[in-house]
């Protein structure tokens, strides 16, 4: 197996537990229209296809003044439940980067925006084993476009094949396949059912994700 020299990590899902949070600020907002979202629907419009629910709005006629007022109301909503959640670190997370930062440069590329992203990290302790953050604002089209991670990569000044990404969505790891990078999937509650057939493995804990990357950097790594 080769070695790497930097790991591009996504936030949400693979860092941070919120994507239950940001499932429910969207069904919250969508059921005065009609429209129960499910857990199902959510991971198929949200974090497969990157399509979203403003669709089905348009479709009932809604116009995109109300589309328009409805994504502000949705980041106020998830800015919200991410204060209100307090610690979000996912389980073994801070000991995996602890023990990974003296072997490889890290960053975070993730489509949630710089508000959302710091809230969220506001109790982590996270933040300071990552050489850079890229939040939404930081490149011009979303996942599954490979933008993010290709400037990830120009950051780190690291071809492809010397770094890895870590995911939790389908439309994760497109991007990260599209910009030439093997990809870890991180099993959670959300994509338990999801295939991930190109992804380079698919992990089912941190402590698993920890041996993955300890076998590509060739060094021990305890969590």
């Known amino acids: 197996m080769k070695t790497i020299q930097g790991v591009l990590w996504d936030n949400d899902g693979v860092l941070v537990n919120t994507e239950q949070l940001f499932y429910e600020s969207n069904r919250e907002l969508l059921l005065p229209y009609g429209v129960d979202l ?12 990157n399509y979203g629910a403003w669709h089905v709005l348009l479709g009932q006629g809604h116009d995109i003044a ?3 007022h409805l994504r502000v109301e949705r980041k106020r909503l998830f800015g919200e439940r991410l204060r ?3 610690q979000l670190a996912l389980s073994g997370i801070h000991g995996l980067l602890q023990a990974l930062r003296p072997h490889v440069a890290m960053g975070v590329v993730t489509s949630a925006y710089e508000q959302h992203f710091q809230i969220s990290h506001a109790a982590t302790g996270l933040l300071p084993y990552f050489d850079f953050v890229l939040t939404r604002e930081s490149y011009a089209n979303s996942k599954p476009a490979p933008d993010g991670y290709l400037l990830g990569l120009q950051k780190l000044g690291l ?3 010397h770094c890895v990404a870590v995911e939790d969505s389908p439309r994760g790891l497109r991007a990260a396949n599209a910009a030439g990078l093997a990809c870890i999937v991180l099993r959670n509650a959300m994509n338990r059912d999801y295939a991930f057939d190109d992804a380079f493995c698919v992990v089912e804990s941190m402590d698993e994700l920890g041996v993955v990357l300890a076998s590509f950097i060739g060094q021990p790594v305890s969590n």
């Open 38 to 49: 499910t857990p199902k629907q959510f991971f198929d419009w949200f974090l497969d296809n």
């Open 66 to 68: 109300l589309i328009n």
């Open 84 to 86: 209100q959640a307090g």
């Open 159 to 161: 071809d492809p094949a």
